[in-house]
């Protein structure tokens, strides 16, 4: 199997976040203040990381490590006006990366090209004025890292195609009064997919090379599209509301060519960012990454089964060597379902009705949470992550610090806690905690500001903290 090492920028945490897409698991951290965007260079050698801060880092794609930062000065065309924040950055083949260049204080940015070897910085906006009346708004590279399209950030509908060198190839181009939000580039820069939405309508246009029409294709929203690395299919992730589908179009026309189940959590979908050369799917899912197989797209049928929200299973925990009787709660099943616990296959799956499937799980070596799935004859799918814990799975501990004589109280958040307080032991340091209750997503929810596309069952335990032991290890 091809395996691809993907980047995630998560500006949340400050760090980019490392994935195998062999295994679909987390391989390193790497510490990025403010990151906000991931490019792989063309010789594969440096992922280029925007940030929200005055700094662009540069990560060594075999130690994963950051290998250079560079403090970005910035650009003042007017008085009082610096754009000094490299929130966006696309690798080119000449090794000088396009740069989305934000101002700290509002959202309007200008379109820059950067030189990383004298830390130099080009303002392109004189370039196209027009086009840049307001700023810039969405752009993509195309694949072979030599083009890069650039839409208005207003309703002017403007669109602008350039070089590695900064020079505008074609543009400005107008499609009318309406906003840009997305575009996407094919390999070699003859095939440009842009949406756009006007009059509460949404529609993706095909522009040649030269920004001239192609194809159209009516939608109700778009979430995410990317062309396959041939150039001959554009995936689009679409539906404003269900069912959750990915479409492939022809990459030339917009002829419809299949569907494929999106991945769909707690009532998100996936917002697809880019392909591999086998047709998987990377794309930014509720609160974490989306896998999705588009090799062999169907027609799918309009009713989509779905898991209902946390707690989806019923219990959501168990002993490692499997055999706790389970239901699975959600809507639109099938007739029948082959069901994994992670990697496991449950053996023995049963479609109670169109709501409710009863399993059986099965064994499983490691403690922890693993996601559920349940495959359809119709080809759907529907996942519930982390939806039942082997065994408890500590995932933060708050506050994790006090005052030596203890009996504060502090919260234990995971997995697998079950619902009985006294059947629950927590030690700290050796010495037992009074552990008070065991609460679930909805009670905890609230606290934590976690609304109802939270997809994942976790509990917290309140317990007073016993008192620091006089014995100190050394």
Same mark, same amino acid.
């Given at each position: ?8 920028? !998560? ?33 594969? &050698? ?44 696309? /690798? ?31 303002? *392109?906006? =004189? ?35 350039? #070089? +590695? ?19 996407? @580039?094919?390999? !070699? ?9 006007? !009059? ?14 192609? +194809?159209?294709? &009516? &939608? ?9 690395? #041939? ?16 479409? /492939?179009? #022809?990459?030339?026309? %917009? ?7 999106? %991945? ?16 998987? *799917? ?38 490692? @060597? ?17 069901? %994994? ?25 490691? =403690? ?51 619902? #009985? ?38 509990? @917290? =335990? ?13």
């Amino acid at each position: 199997m091809l395996s691809v090492t993907i980047f995630v920028a !998560n500006r949340a945490m400050n760090r980019v976040e490392v994935f195998s897409s062999t295994t679909a698991v987390r391989v390193a951290q790497v510490s990025v203040p403010g990151a906000s965007s991931a490019d792989l260079s063309t010789d594969g &050698t440096t992922v280029w990381i925007g940030t929200v801060t005055e700094q662009v880092a540069a990560i060594d794609t075999t130690s994963l490590q950051v290998k250079a930062r560079y403090e970005i000065a910035g650009l003042q065309p007017l008085p009082n006006t610096l754009f000094d924040r490299p929130e966006e950055l696309l /690798a080119l083949s000449n090794g000088n990366p396009m740069m989305r260049l934000r101002q700290s204080q509002t959202g309007e940015s200008l379109l820059a090209l950067w030189d990383p070897t004298s830390n130099t910085l080009t303002n *392109l906006t =004189s370039t196209e004025p027009q086009l840049f009346q307001n700023g810039l708004g969405a752009m993509a590279r195309t694949g072979d890292q030599t083009k890069v399209l650039v839409a208005a950030s207003d309703a002017s509908g403007q669109l602008a195609v350039y #070089d +590695g060198n900064g020079s505008a190839l074609a543009g400005p181009h107008g499609l009318g009064i309406g906003t840009i939000p997305l575009v996407a @580039a094919n390999p !070699n820069g003859t095939r440009f997919a842009v949406v756009f939405v006007a !009059n509460g309508s949404t529609q993706l246009l095909l522009l040649d090379g030269s920004l001239n029409p192609a +194809g159209s294709y &009516t &939608t109700s929203a778009v979430n995410g599209m990317v062309f396959s690395r #041939d150039g001959q299919s554009l995936y689009v992730s679409e539906n404003g509301g269900a069912p959750p589908v990915i479409t /492939a179009l #022809d990459g030339h026309s %917009l002829n419809i060519i299949g569907q494929v189940p999106d %991945l769909w959590l707690a009532g998100k979908r996936s917002e697809i960012e880019d392909v591999d050369s086998t047709n998987l *799917l990377f794309g930014i899912a509720n609160r974490g990454l989306s896998f999705v197989d588009a090799a062999t797209p169907i027609s799918l049928s309009a009713a989509a089964p779905v898991f209902a929200a946390a707690p989806t299973a019923q219990p959501s925990e168990g002993l490692n @060597a499997g055999g706790t009787p389970t239901v699975l709660a959600g809507q639109n099943f099938g007739a029948s379902a082959q069901v %994994l616990f992670g990697i496991q296959s449950v053996a023995n799956a049963t479609v109670a009705g169109e709501t409710q499937i009863n399993v059986t799980s099965p064994p499983n070596a490691s =403690s922890g949470a693993v996601n559920i799935a349940a495959y359809f004859p119709s080809s759907w799918l529907a996942i519930a992550p982390d939806a039942f814990s082997y065994g408890p799975q500590v995932l933060q501990i708050l506050p994790n610090a006090g005052a030596p004589a203890g009996a504060d109280t502090i919260q234990i958040y995971g997995y697998g806690f079950g619902s #009985d307080p006294t059947k629950l032991t927590v030690k700290i340091a050796g010495a037992t905690a009074a552990v008070q209750q065991v609460q679930n997503l909805a009670a905890i929810g609230p606290s934590l500001g976690l609304d109802s596309t939270y997809p994942f069952p976790s509990n @917290a =335990s309140p317990c007073k903290r016993p008192p620091e032991r006089l014995a100190k290890p050394t």
